[in-house]
């Protein structure tokens, strides 16, 4: 059964940095693009990173880039967000995601499978 | 990174047909096959019931079904249950962003 657990999700002040892990089991975590898709409370999906199954290509939304740093442990199988310099915009629960297949070069934006979430408040 | 257009919002009763449109341009739905839908009920994660703008997924209710027409990918929910309201996005791959795109989201009311 596949499985992915989010953690690391918390209060931070503005400012302030975070790290989110994401554990995974049930499949070969090093064939899979792997994705962290975030909601802000009420408001809609929005893609944050993603990363490519050799950790060679990582991608992030705009307002990412520069404060967050997507990673892989393939022999830990665990994903990760490094989260810097966070503001209250930034307040949203983070999924995990992997992709439907395994053995794609590129992202085509269809994750299968879904942690259940880790909440992450930006607030003072 | 501009969102792929969805209705606030749908309605209909029990046993009836809705669908859901999901508009987009040439860069992502009217040009890829990467078309996805989501369902997400209230605190859980977004489930995947339909990829490659035609496909369940094994287990999915084939009440669920997708297609295209031109920019707009259309989700439609034959013999409506009262289990179906949930949120439902749609996401496509897209040639401007590595990420892809996210529908702006539609919640389905059973009335």
């Known amino acids: 059964e596949v499985q992915l657990l989010e953690s690391g999700g918390g209060l931070v002040q503005p400012g302030g940095s975070l790290r989110l892990s994401c554990t995974v089991s049930g499949f070969t975590f090093s064939n899979y693009w792997m994705t962290w898709v975030r909601q802000a409370p009420g408001k809609g999906l929005e893609w944050v990173a993603n990363i490519k199954p050799d950790g060679r290509e990582t991608n992030y939304v705009d307002s990412g880039k520069g404060r967050f740093t997507i990673s892989r442990d393939n022999a830990k199988n665990s994903l990760y967000l490094q989260m810097n310099n966070l503001g209250v915009e930034d307040t949203a629960v983070y999924y995990c995601?992997?992709?439907?297949?395994?053995?794609?070069?590129?992202?085509?934006?269809?994750?299968?499978?879904w942690g259940r979430g880790t909440l992450v408040t930006v607030s003072s | 990174q501009s969102a792929l257009t969805q209705p606030a919002s749908v309605s209909g009763s029990p046993g009836q047909s809705i669908s859901i449109s999901c508009t987009g341009t040439?860069?992502?739905?009217?040009?890829?096959?990467?078309v996805s839908w989501y369902q997400q009920h209230p605190g859980k994660a977004p489930k995947l019931i339909i990829y490659d703008v035609t496909t369940r997924p094994s287990g999915v209710s084939n009440r669920f079904s997708g297609s295209r027409s031109g920019n707009t990918a259309s989700l439609t929910i034959s013999g409506l249950q009262t289990e179906d309201e949930a949120d439902y996005y749609c996401?496509?791959?897209?040639?401007?962003?590595?990420?892809?795109?996210f529908g702006t989201g539609t919640t389905v009311s059973v009335l």
């Open positions: 040439s860069g992502d739905v009217g040009d890829y096959n990467y």
């Open positions: 996401s496509s791959y897209s040639a401007s962003t590595p990420l892809g795109v």
């Open positions: 995601a992997r992709d439907l297949d395994a053995f794609y070069d590129f992202w085509r934006a269809k994750p299968g499978d």
